[in-house]
């Protein structure tokens, strides 16, 4: 038994509502996340929605409830470069959401013999889970910044745990341990690296966060490797949000360098901005507008009753904004090259015409040649991609 109350109602919170999977108790118990977290530590608060500043030395028993409580702790902001105790400005490394971590385990269905890659040490506390489960000489990690990797080291020292930890852009896997039976990203790709599939034995399985960079409402896709050997496909089991492997890191567009010529080509929409924003977190609608329209990024503003959304092109200085006011038809503005809001509301239209479909009816398949296509219900049905 825990010898912490609220490390014991976490396992039993994730334990009823199948986060976690019964195999995985007993490392939960015997690698609690406290042990990979640093002194000072920037818990997120979901009822504030803010990042807060716990430090071990002043206030050990806030400390360690947040370490037992179900909230992402953001460890490392700025790539390193913050410092001081505030939040920084980009959290850059953290500790999963345990009922997130135990999630992606039960998922990646793994056995004593396999042998796996993780992308995104961060902590250590995934691969130690992983360690504890099927012995460290069987797990590998990948961590891309070096400080974050030699705390990890560190972490797992002091917990007994003995993976391999390597220094890299996980971009390009791990080859010296293949071939590995699964594979786990813990950072978000907008592109799966043929690596991670080569590298994976025809039947294991790719677990990575993916998705477009619309928005930052990822999947996470559950990819099994094709008899090829270079091809995978799967579905995907829920929604995810991880921050984005550095080397595929959206560069935020200058608003300024994109309209120099407002207000460009005018016209209304009957469509509403609940028609294009998921209130709910879990809410599918983005991640597949960002599917069916591609190298596009979004973001909307609310302001009282009046909400704009604004579209960037990534590939050229197209825009649009969608003013919408919550009465009659919103006014759309758009300039450059591309017609954005014309491709948004027609892939709108696709989609809805597809009878918006969840999580559980849309699949990926991986080529040989590194198309990502998108489908619904059965991998002939694709519906975008490329
Ligand atoms: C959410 S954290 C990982 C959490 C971790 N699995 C744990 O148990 O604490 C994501 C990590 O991915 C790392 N990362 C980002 N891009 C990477 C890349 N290209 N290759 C390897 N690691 C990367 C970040 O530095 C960060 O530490």
């Not at 009823?16 to 990979?36: I, K, L, Q």
């Not at 992402?72 to 953290?94: L, M």
């Not at 039947?203 to 930052?216: A, F, H, K, N």
Request: aromatic residues 10%; hydrophobic residues 40%; negative net charge.
């Amino acid at each position: 038994m825990s010898a912490r109350p609220a490390h014991a109602e976490l396992e039993r919170r994730l334990l009823d509502t199948g986060a976690m999977a019964p195999e995985w108790a007993g490392a939960f118990r015997a690698v609690p996340r406290s042990g990979f977290l640093p002194e000072t530590m920037w818990p997120f608060d979901t009822a504030s929605g803010q990042s807060l500043t716990v430090d071990r030395r002043t206030d050990p028993e806030a400390w360690y409830r947040w370490a037992d409580a179900d909230v992402p702790i953001t460890t490392q902001w700025d790539d390193g470069r913050h410092v001081g105790p505030g939040p920084g400005h980009v959290y850059t490394s953290s500790a999963s959401m345990p009922s997130v971590v135990f999630g992606m385990l039960r998922d990646l269905d793994v056995r004593p013999g396999m042998r796996v890659l993780e992308i995104g040490t961060g902590t250590g506390w995934t691969a130690a889970l992983l360690s504890h489960r099927l012995g460290g000489q069987w797990v590998t990690t990948v961590e891309v910044d070096p400080d974050v990797a030699e705390q990890a080291s560190a972490n797992l020292r002091r917990a007994g745990c003995s993976p391999r930890v390597v220094i890299a852009d996980g971009a390009t896997g791990c080859r010296d341990n293949a071939p590995y039976d699964r594979v786990i990203a813990t950072c978000g790709m907008r592109r799966i690296p043929p690596e991670w599939i080569g590298q994976t034995r025809p039947g294991g399985i790719v677990l990575v966060p993916w998705g477009t960079d619309y928005s930052q409402r990822d999947a996470l896709a559950l990819l099994v490797v094709a008899a090829d050997g270079a091809s995978a496909r799967g579905r995907f089991t829920g929604p995810a949000q991880f921050m984005k492997a550095r080397s595929q890191r959206l560069v935020w567009p200058r608003h300024e360098e994109y309209v120099t010529d407002w207000p460009g080509e005018v016209s209304t929409t009957p469509l509403a901005r609940r028609d294009l924003v998921s209130d709910d977190p879990y809410g599918i609608t983005e991640f597949a507008l960002g599917l069916l329209v591609p190298d596009c990024t979004h973001t909307v503003h609310d302001q009282g009753d009046v909400s704009t959304a604004w579209f960037y092109g990534l590939t050229d200085s197209s825009w649009a904004a969608v003013r919408f006011t919550g009465e009659g038809d919103a006014e759309v503005y758009q300039g450059g090259p591309r017609r954005l809001w014309d491709e948004v509301e027609a892939a709108w239209r696709r989609w809805d015409g597809q009878g918006r479909p969840g999580w559980d009816r849309l699949g990926l398949t991986v080529t040989a040649e590194g198309e990502h296509l998108l489908w619904v219900d059965a991998p002939g049905r694709v519906l975008s991609g490329g």
